[in-house]
């Protein structure tokens, strides 16, 4: 009796431990799913954001190396500088990032059209790469920080490149778009969550 209560218990334990072993895939194939789903729309609400509405991450970010505009050094920045009065948009970008490329050209429009400054993280980005990005694609950027180790874009809760972020001026993050923004997310998103963040509204 004894050991046909043993073996019932086994084979009842059997599909249990089978089942925890699945879930963690259930789980994550949901995720993943999930995030291809809203990066393959463009539309960064179907992703979590846990930053939006909260402070900046703090961060000091170096000046990407030998970078210069007309005679003077860019300089790098901090969450400081993201704290002065002003809507600005921060944009993590990596020269071996091929959306990065095609994303460019509407952060020049965006800081042409808008009247932003923008501030570049060049993220694990050796500096002579960071260099010719910005020197092929043109410098959209007041200012360009260098995240060497990619700890500020886990800081900043970044999926991958590219990314931007819309910060108010009180240093607070109203708005992220995850993936290159296209003419048409310049248009329908960024810049209305600017005039937002500018008119003290939520994004």
Not at 15 to 38: E, K, T
Not at 55 to 63: C, G, I, K, R, S
Request: net charge neutral; glycine share 10%.
């Amino acid at each position: 009796m004894q050991e046909q209560v043993r073996e019932e218990a086994r084979s009842t334990a059997a599909p249990r431990r089978s089942g925890l072993v699945v879930l963690p895939f259930i789980v994550f194939a949901a995720l993943a799913l999930m995030f291809a789903l809203a990066l393959r729309t463009g539309d960064p609400s179907k992703l979590p954001s846990a930053l939006i509405g909260k402070p900046a991450p703090e961060m000091t970010l170096p000046p990407l190396e030998g970078l210069r505009e007309a005679g003077a050094d860019v300089p790098g920045f901090s969450t400081a500088d993201l704290k002065r009065g002003d809507v600005t948009a921060v944009n993590f970008f990596a020269s071996w990032c091929a959306p990065c490329a095609q994303e460019h050209p509407q952060l020049l429009a965006l800081s042409q059209q808008a009247g932003i400054r923008i501030y570049g993280v060049n993220y694990k980005d050796p500096p002579p790469g960071g260099r010719r990005f910005i020197g092929r694609y043109g410098n959209p950027y007041a200012a360009v920080g260098v995240d060497a180790d990619g700890r500020a874009a886990i800081e900043w809760g970044v999926y991958g490149m590219p990314e931007t972020f819309i910060v108010d001026g009180e240093g607070r993050i109203v708005w992220k778009h995850v993936g290159p923004i296209t003419p048409q997310a310049l248009e329908s998103q960024i810049i209305p969550a600017i005039r937002a963040a500018r008119a003290g509204a939520p994004g």
